[in-house]
């Protein structure tokens, strides 16, 4: 056990729908990664944040978008939902999201858009 | 730019057999190098890092990596295949004074009985 949660686990949508995904980080973490996972694109980061502020961006798009709570805990909002958009969404955590430190990945959201 | 490449997306080997898992970066500056398991339906965990203390870093497992500049290579080892060991591996490179942090493409580890 990593100590990120993932709610929820699974998600089944439709094309057009909006969904939110939310992770909690590590007690004491205050950076949140944003990343998606399916078996044609790999591991894409998405988006970064350290203590509310966004940090970094990839892969993401307009229709995703994502935020970090005063507590901070994160969402992940998509929206506008696309069947290539069925994939897992890992949110993962590090202690400040310096270079040096590694990140601990929750266990995943899978999305389905049917 | 900095980059990590994976050589092959996916490696056999017996059970018993020396595990060779391939990963070469680039970047201007010295990098912290990381390598990552993940498990079917599971999240990425952490196997080892390197931060420039020791060039031989031993991780969990049984699994080590060694750090060479001169090859800019970063490759994982493991003496003995165990049917456990089956999962996708990810090396990962992130830069001193960056926030930026990639990952490979993945290694998908099978091993034979």
């Known amino acids: 056990d990593s100590g990120v949660t993932q709610t929820p686990k699974h998600l089944i949508t439709a094309t057009g729908q909006r969904v939110t995904l939310r992770c909690s980080p590590r007690?004491?973490?205050?950076?949140v990664y944003w990343y998606q996972q399916s078996l044609d694109q790999g591991l894409q980061f998405l988006i970064q944040?350290?203590?509310?502020?966004?940090?970094a961006k990839g892969n993401i798009l307009e229709r995703f978008s994502a935020q970090q709570f005063p507590d901070l805990h994160s969402e992940l909002n998509l929206s506008s939902l696309e069947l290539g958009d069925s994939a897992l969404y890992f949110c993962?955590?590090?202690?400040?999201?310096?270079?040096?430190?590694?990140?601990?990945f929750g266990p995943g959201t899978r999305l389905t858009v049917t | 730019a900095q980059s990590v490449t994976q050589l092959g997306s996916h490696v056999s080997v017996s059970e018993g057999a020396l595990v060779l898992l391939r990963c070469n970066y680039s970047?201007?500056?010295?990098?912290?190098l990381f390598w990552y398991v993940q498990y079917p339906n599971q999240g990425l965990q952490l196997l080892l890092k390197?931060?420039?203390?020791?060039?031989l870093v031993k991780g969990i497992n049984g699994f080590e990596a060694e750090f060479k500049k001169s090859e800019t290579s970063f490759h994982l080892t493991k003496p003995s295949a165990h049917m456990s060991d089956a999962a996708e591996y990810f090396c990962?490179?992130?830069?001193?004074?960056?926030?930026?942090?990639?990952f490979g493409t993945g290694t998908r580890l099978k091993v034979l009985a």
């Open positions: 993962a955590s590090s202690v400040d999201g310096r270079a040096a430190y590694e990140q601990y």
């Open positions: 007690s004491g973490d205050l950076s």
């Open positions: 944040y350290y203590n509310g502020e966004e940090r």
């Open positions: 970047s201007s500056v010295p990098p912290y």
């Open positions: 390197y931060t420039s203390a020791a060039t």
């Open positions: 990962a490179v992130s830069l001193s004074g960056t926030y930026k942090y990639i």
